[in-house]
């Protein structure tokens, strides 16, 4: 078994969550050419392609506008269909609903939910205070079959959530995502001033850690300006009250009503029974609109630490750690997901014709995030190392004992204090 190689390139830092990008096919690929720009220039694509597919875009574009139109007049004259039930709100909108985790001192302390909304591209809104004092915030979305809170965090890749807005008086915050799949469905927000009492009211989210639950109820009262208190922080905001139940857990999730529109952020609940408390939409959408203020984030120690310890590559700039430099002046450039970018760089150092080790920029945001190493040079990669909050301390290997091009053992170091804890066979 080779675990020993382990503890002597800790410093490589690497992310894995696309589909269609597989590092181990970097030995089969056809198409490759010598690398003839810099690592961080990885969304550069070559001229005539980048136009070839500005004009497909275009094309696209036009046909979908005139499809579109001639629906539109088809349609004209049409009855809206009647509203058929709760359960098109969840199908609709519980894959737009995400699972959030809030990392601090190298562990998920809490979680709480989330949904997406398009400003300026896709986003995820929650409550202040389900990402407050986070030093890393991890995303989510629905999987296709439903499994535990646990499975989901240690099992599943999460996306990079990056806080880029919060108002704490209203306890509400938006984050940004890279990489979200576009049929994601944004949600639909709906009027503040038509929302009545005894009007239905439907909630999704994840209490106590039930992930994606669903549930129902009706608006008991609007109001507005309403003062609560949260661990010693204070807020004010219009809200709703509903009986749709909510649990630790909701907080950040949407509220809807029958016509599958957002009328609330679930928040908070008070002593008693059923009473359940939304931040109004209107509050939301002005928050959408507000001007983004710098956000104050003090790194605790531990992080301070890690920041200056051997993160050896970040966006924009190069960096080197205190044992080794990256440099892929003289590595084959390829693209493996075969979408126009180049995606991954292949060293053959003995010039062999086999790649000893391959990097890749898995979401092709510029930055490298997955290595493979293939130490005896037989064509298959026995070591792949992963880091899904880019700080240079991998907390996933794969490895390949016998070689034959899967994954045996994974091992997993959850703190990434250097020391893997623990090793799964698959």
Known sequence: MKLKILSTILFISFIFNANAFDIREANNLKKISKASYQINNTNLVDSQNAKNLLLEIINLNKASIQKGNELIKKNKNRKRPKYKGAEDIYSDYAPSVVFIGNEHNGSIRGTGSGFVVYKNGLKIITNWHVVDNAENIHIWLKPKEMVDANYLIYKVDSYKGNLIKINKTKDLAMVEVVGLPLKVTPVTFGKFNKIRPGQNSFAIGHPNELLWTFTSGMVSQVRPNFNWNYKGSKHKANVIQTTATINPGNSGGP???????????????????????????????????????????????YIQKKDKGNTWITKKKKKSSSNETIDLKDALEADLD??????????????????????????????????????????????IFFDKDGNGNPEKAEIDQNEDGKTDVIAYDYNEDGKWDKYEKV
Do not use: C, H, R
């Open 255 to 301: 509220l809807f009503n029958k016509n599958k529109e957002l009328i609330g952020v679930n928040t908070f609940t008070s002593e008693g029974q059923n009473l359940n408390f939304a931040i109004a939409v209107d509050d939301v959408v002005k928050f959408l609109n507000e001007k983004a203020k710098p956000i104050k984030k003090k790194k605790s120690k």
């Open 338 to 383: 075969e979408n126009g970018t180049i995606d991954a760089w292949l060293i053959d150092k003995n010039k062999n014709g086999v790649y000893e080790i391959a990097y890749g920029d898995q979401n092709e945001d510029g930055v490298l995030d997955i290595a493979a190493m293939d130490e005896n040079e037989d064509g298959n990669f026995e070591l």
